[in-house]
């Protein structure tokens, strides 16, 4: 019904910056948020920054405070993540998070996407 397609995980070196893009498409649906998570090697999945739908209120992780930005295209249904300064520590795969309900359904719940790979080394 929705899928949610995220692009532009890559090696980066440290200091570097990197733009990942998170397409929602499929269905007719209503977002109500939009999340960024990352997973590194042997650790859990953690949050990195989410903005509201409608208003387009940011949170973010501590970690990533300053450094990172999340925004939005609400026409194209697309969430970015701009990570500036990157550290080696950032490395890990980047997951695009989706607060929606498809139109008709009156059920909201959360989709994920297939995760992009963001390696920082030099």
């Known amino acids: 019904q929705v899928q949610l397609v995220e692009s532009g995980g890559c090696l980066v070196q440290p200091g570097g910056s990197l733009r990942l893009s998170c397409a929602a498409s499929g269905s007719s649906f209503s977002i109500y948020v939009m999340r960024w998570y990352r997973q590194a090697p042997g650790k859990g999945r953690e949050f990195v920054a989410a903005i509201s739908w409608s208003g387009g209120s940011t949170y973010y992780a501590d970690s990533v405070k300053g450094r990172f930005t999340i925004s939005r295209d609400s026409a194209k249904n697309t969430v970015y993540l701009q990570m500036n300064s990157l550290k080696p520590d950032n490395t890990a795969v980047y997951y695009c998070?989706?607060?929606?309900?498809?139109?008709?359904?009156?059920?909201?719940?959360?989709?994920w996407g297939q995760g992009t790979q963001v390696t920082v080394s030099s």
């Open positions: 998070n989706a607060d929606l309900s498809v139109t008709g359904t009156m059920i909201r719940r959360d989709y």
